[in-house]
């Protein structure tokens, strides 16, 4: 289940079962989105990006989702493993150059 | 490919000294580099960005003299805090990217996380 802690929303699963990470963004105007996974004491490392003009994408195992409608993105996870658990962020630009960071889910996978 | 290498991983040092913590591009030129700030279970704080050759630009709050910046090189970006304090123990990262446009990817270095006695 879903759980929002004091700081950091956290998402417990089962290995093998999918994992579905969800991210609102605040500006309509922001072309571009990236997702994140950042392991304990390690800096954040890239996943898949999508950018304005595609709803979908697809990377191996991992399914990036755009709807721009509801300002909304997920990171689907298929077949979730314990190598999965960490912290996933997403991020998106602006228009400023720079990437404005979401808060951030805990993924812990049990095995 | 897209490697970012952060130097040192972690440093302890008494208050009132400073501390430089490098940044490197290994596989790739690096035309822009950012510095951010993250504190326990909490988001990256973006602290400021910088083009190499040119001044960094910095973040509402953040001190440019406390948090100084130089991008020299298109493969290396450094980070000096100045006369530290207890306060500014915490865990920084940088990340690069090849161009100037915001619609690429940001690679990420291991970070460095100061302790400040």
């Known amino acids: 289940g879903e759980s929002v802690g004091l700081h950091l929303p956290t998402l417990s699963v089962q290995e093998g079962d999918n994992s579905i990470i969800n991210c609102a963004y605040s500006n309509s105007a922001s072309d571009y989105f990236i997702w994140y996974k950042q392991e304990s004491g390690k800096g954040p490392q890239f996943i898949i990006d999508i950018r304005s003009n595609m709803d979908k994408r697809q990377g191996q195992r991992v399914t990036v989702l755009l709807n721009k409608t509801v300002k909304h993105l997920s990171l689907q996870i298929a077949a979730t493993q314990p190598g999965d658990s960490a912290v996933y962020f997403c991020?998106?630009?602006?228009?400023?150059?720079?990437?404005?960071f979401g808060k951030g889910t805990m993924l812990l996978v049990s095995p | 490919g897209a490697v970012v290498s952060q130097h040192p991983s972690w440093v302890i040092c008494k208050s009132g000294t400073s501390v430089k913590i490098e940044c490197r591009s290994l596989d790739f030129q690096a035309t822009t580099m950012f510095w951010y700030r993250q504190f326990p279970k909490q988001s990256l704080m973006l602290m400021a960005t910088?083009?190499?050759?040119?001044?960094?630009?910095?973040e509402q709050g953040v001190e440019k003299d406390k948090f100084l910046i130089n991008h020299a090189s298109l493969t290396l970006s450094t980070l000096t805090v100045t006369s530290a304090h207890p306060e500014d123990s915490s865990f920084y990262i940088c990340?690069?990217?090849?161009?100037?446009?915001?619609?690429?990817?940001?690679?990420f270095g291991d970070g460095t996380r100061l302790s400040i006695l």
């Open positions: 990340s690069a990217r090849t161009g100037v446009r915001g619609n690429q990817p940001q690679h």
């Open positions: 991020a998106e630009n602006s228009g400023y150059s720079t990437l404005t």
């Open positions: 910088s083009n190499e050759g040119s001044k960094a630009t910095y």
